[in-house]
């Protein structure tokens, strides 16, 4: 079935430091990738998305491309702040119904 | 702009009791899901409900239940609990026919506790 593998945790930076967390996934077909941001004590919200090969999904200033030929969508943001201190879960879509998210990546970033 | 709703936020119950999580979509959204997240995990998919029916079903225990109803609201109900069924309970929603391939809205959570 669609699987996604994420870096493992946890990271810990300094403010304005670079981000990445990694991610790969398995699936047949094309599937949609998302990356979501749990923040403390709060719910999932959908960071930033991309549907087919090639498309660069980005907010916050946070980026993310589907690399259909590393099965990949590695999320970066160039200079993390405290506020960016969350967990972070890659996920994907197949057929329009379940996502199937990794594990999740526990991001701290200190001031 | 609407958000789902989810309610209540927080549960406690005891082991064997009966609990009813409740789930507003945001409007026109069709599509409603139900994940479960254990302290530490990811979320998994349990049920979804497309105009009232039942799309799709994954790692739901036989001791819960669910529907969506006339006005698009969900109700995920959980009979005999166990200790392991704590977690945090999240609906999401859909609007099948607008949204981009398989973007969900996620509510708030229920965190559900049992003793």
């Known amino acids: 079935g669609d699987s996604v593998t994420q870096m493992e945790g946890p990271v810990t930076l300094s403010e304005e430091a670079f981000l990445t967390i990694n991610c790969t996934y398995t699936a047949t077909g094309y599937p949609s990738l998302f990356w979501y941001v749990q923040y403390p004590g709060e719910g999932l919200q959908l960071l930033l998305k991309a549907t087919k090969a090639d498309d660069k999904g980005s907010n916050k200033g946070f980026e993310a491309t589907y690399r259909k030929e590393t099965t990949s969508f590695h999320l970066e943001k160039g200079s993390v702040q405290v506020s960016d201190s969350a967990v972070y879960f890659c996920?994907?879509?197949?057929?329009?119904?379940?996502?199937?998210f990794g594990a999740g990546t526990t991001v701290t970033v200190r001031a | 702009a609407a958000g789902v709703i989810q309610s209540p936020r927080h549960l406690i119950k005891e082991k064997r009791e009966t609990a009813t999580l409740k789930c507003y979509p945001i409007?026109?959204?069709?599509?409603v899901y139900w994940y479960q997240q254990g302290p530490g995990q990811d979320p998994q998919f349990l049920i979804s409900f497309y105009e009232k029916m039942q799309s799709d079903k994954g790692s739901i225990p036989d001791r819960f239940s669910a529907q969506q109803f006339s006005d698009y609201h969900s109700e995920l109900n959980m009979s005999s609990l166990e200790l392991g069924d704590s977690a945090l309970y999240f609906c999401a929603s859909r609007w099948t026919s607008g949204g981009l391939r398989g973007e969900q809205y996620f509510g708030p959570g229920t965190r559900l506790t049992v003793t």
């Open positions: 996920a994907l879509t197949n057929n329009d119904y379940k996502l199937s």
């Open positions: 409007p026109r959204h069709d599509t």
